[in-house]
């Protein structure tokens, strides 16, 4: 089973995703974290991409793919994997298309979490975190039992700049721009699954297991 997750940031895709891998026992991937692993590694791969981040430059969508491509080559993902975060625009996943073409592999299932924008400014606007501990709470689902205070450590929580209203709108104007028409891309293709990510984890959860069983 390959699956794509499609969201805006804060609706919750990667949770999904995690809870997808677990329950099918197949890798969650994200390019962070393969970029991650090839630079510990110091391979060939991570060594070019490595040189564009430290310069503050994004990897090219051909090596970007590369990498992916290389990860999905590796036993783990014999059964599926899924993506959590990538493709991110149209001409990434046309590049995939035709990289696991190649293969003679296609993605199965595109998951679109869907949530209003105005919900998950209140979502991650309500995010609060401990920079000592790395522990993350939320105002209103996750509270901790000292208001501003980390349950684990005891340090003063904060709200991060990438949790600020006005970051957060920004992070969404970007979406709507480049990774939005991917909904459109998938939908074509027949194989994109929308669920209300408004909905508690566990239900949506529920709906998105219940359209990959059917």
Not at 122 to 140: F, I, K, P, Q, V
Not at 160 to 165: L, S
């Amino acid at each position: 089973m390959k699956i794509v997750m499609l969201g805006a940031p804060g609706a919750g895709k990667g949770t999904q995703a995690k809870r997808i891998a677990e329950k099918y026992n197949i890798p969650h991937i994200s390019t962070g974290d393969i970029f991650r692993d090839n630079i510990k590694k110091g391979t060939e791969l991570g060594g070019k991409a490595k040189s564009y981040m430290d310069q503050g430059l994004l990897v090219p969508d051909k090596l970007v793919i590369d990498l992916v491509v290389d990860r999905v080559k590796q036993d783990d993902c014999t059964n599926g994997y899924v993506f959590d975060g990538f493709p991110r625009t149209i001409p990434q996943a046309e590049a995939l298309d035709a990289a696991l073409k190649a293969m003679n592999e296609e993605i199965d299932y595109a998951v679109n979490v869907e949530v209003p924008d105005s919900n998950i400014v209140d979502r991650m606007s309500g995010r609060r975190a401990c920079l000592n501990c790395g522990a993350t709470y939320h105002l209103e689902h996750i509270p901790t039992k000292v208001e501003g205070i980390c349950d684990t450590c005891g340090t003063e929580l904060v709200l991060r700049d990438d949790d600020k209203p006005e970051t957060v709108l920004k992070r969404l104007k970007v979406y709507h721009e480049q990774t939005q028409p991917l909904i459109d891309y998938y939908r074509d293709k027949g194989i994109l699954i929308e669920v209300d990510g408004t909905k508690d984890m566990a239900e949506v959860f529920t709906a998105i297991v219940s359209v990959l069983e059917k």
